[in-house]
């Protein structure tokens, strides 16, 4: 009997020690993550300010990936949703990031076997070779004395009769130099092809940032491009501290797409964002007919620090669209849920943004903090966000 009694309290060790996780080695589980989630920037000659391409590099800097895996600081992909994970960042995995936690505090094992080979160091579209390559005309270099700022490409774009464009891609001269672009589609200007500025709101068809992955529409979806002149690129230019081109292709995408996506804009009213380390601003749009939500596209400066976007339907329920809290203007980009959202006509959507507008902000470009008009203009904040929709 005493021994029956044994094995039966014996039973939970023995199922707790087979269910306890195989050794954790860099070859075998950490490389095949760092690989697909970091060095698409941390490589070089990428954007990141170190590389992560061996398990040397790794191993000096674990804790460091480690606890930039859990906050959700790297990848860039803090913004949360009540429909999942958006799609335009390579996400860490839950399970991922408890394997490189586990490495980094039990020993930091490399393994047997061979490194993987790096990655070519040769400029790739993403997506293939592209359809049309376009350029902009004027050529553009930063100043090792300048400081970070946005500037607006025109680009005059080849006639087309009939295309439909699918998808985007953009390749920078130098990576560590382009950190962001916003891209519209517009008709004839008479306007400069470059210098600073902004682009209208509705006129937004996405956003692309190193690392992230290429402006797609999703199925049956596209922009048909009979009238549009131009591609109009606004650019955020982060300076190296040395003479570098500030040059960049873009290439186009054509297929098939019977439904155009258009723009819905929420913006914060004008008006101006005083010295204060907690200024709150407010924005609503009530939706006049039934769409189907692609994405978002947020537009702030280095003075936002919070941003929340609900749906509040015509029932009553609401719906977290977007939470972020820990804004940064390097990583601006084109939020696209894993499906559409289908919101009904009546729906209100509301903004609210947080400022700091304060010597306390690390990553304000004001030195000493002043009164920011909210608008338009180069210099101001914009304080939108563009909702790309499918209406019906």
């Known amino acids: 009997m005493m021994r029956l009694i044994w094995l039966v309290l014996a039973l939970p060790v023995l199922l707790a020690e087979s269910n306890e996780p195989e050794e954790v080695t860099y070859l075998s589980d950490i490389e095949p993550i760092i690989r697909a989630k970091c060095t698409p920037c941390h490589s070089p000659g990428g954007p990141a300010p170190f590389s992560l391409l061996s398990y040397q590099d790794v191993q000096k800097r674990a804790n460091q990936v480690a606890l930039a895996l859990i906050d959700r600081t790297m990848p860039p992909n803090r913004a949360t949703s009540e429909r999942g994970t958006f799609t335009y960042i390579p996400a860490t995995s839950p399970e991922d990031i408890v394997k490189i936690q586990k ?17 070519e160091q040769q400029r790739r579209w993403r997506l293939g070779e592209p359809n049309v390559i376009v ?29 439909t464009l699918r998808a985007i891609d953009i390749i920078p001269d ?24 902004s682009i209208p709101i509705h006129s937004l068809i996405g956003a ?31 300076p190296s501290g040395r003479r ?25 009213p004008e008006g101006h964002i005083p010295p204060s380390p907690a200024y709150m601003a407010t924005s609503r749009v009530t939706i006049p007919v039934d769409i189907e939500l692609l994405a978002l596209i947020p537009d702030f400066r280095d003075l936002a620090t919070e941003i929340t ?11 977290r669209l977007f939470h972020l809290d820990g804004w940064s203007t390097f990583w601006i980009g084109a939020y696209r849920y894993p499906s559409p959202i289908h919101l009904p006509a009546g729906t209100t959507i509301t903004l609210d943004a ?16 002043t009164r920011v008009p909210i608008g338009t203009a180069a210099g101001e904040e914009p304080g939108s966000v563009a909702l790309q929709v499918l209406a019906y």
Do not use: C
Not at 142 to 160: G, I, M, Q, S
Not at 354 to 369: A, D
């Open 103 to 119: 490495w980094s505090t039990e020993g930091q094992v490399r393994g047997t076997g061979d490194e993987l080979p790096a990655p």
């Open 135 to 163: 350029k902009p005309h004027d050529s553009y270099e930063t100043r090792a004395e300048d400081r970070p700022h946005w500037r607006v490409y025109r680009v005059r774009l080849p006639h087309f009769e009939s295309k």
């Open 174 to 197: 130098v990576p560590s130099v382009i950190r962001h672009v916003q891209v519209a589609l517009s008709g004839p200007s008479d306007g400069p092809t470059a210098g600073p500025g």
């Open 208 to 238: 692309w940032s190193y690392g992230y992955h290429a402006i797609a529409f999703p199925e049956n979806a596209g922009l048909e491009l009979h009238g549009i002149d131009e591609l109009v690129l606004h650019v955020f230019v982060q």
């Open 244 to 268: 570098e081109s500030a040059g960049l292709e873009v290439g186009l995408y054509f297929g098939e797409g019977q439904i155009e996506p258009q723009i819905i804009p929420l913006r914060i």
């Open 309 to 319: 976007i609900l749906a509040i339907k015509p029932n009553g329920s609401t719906m």
């Open 354 to 369: 947080r400022y700091n507008n304060s010597t306390h902000n690390v990553q304000s470009l004001n030195r000493v903090p």
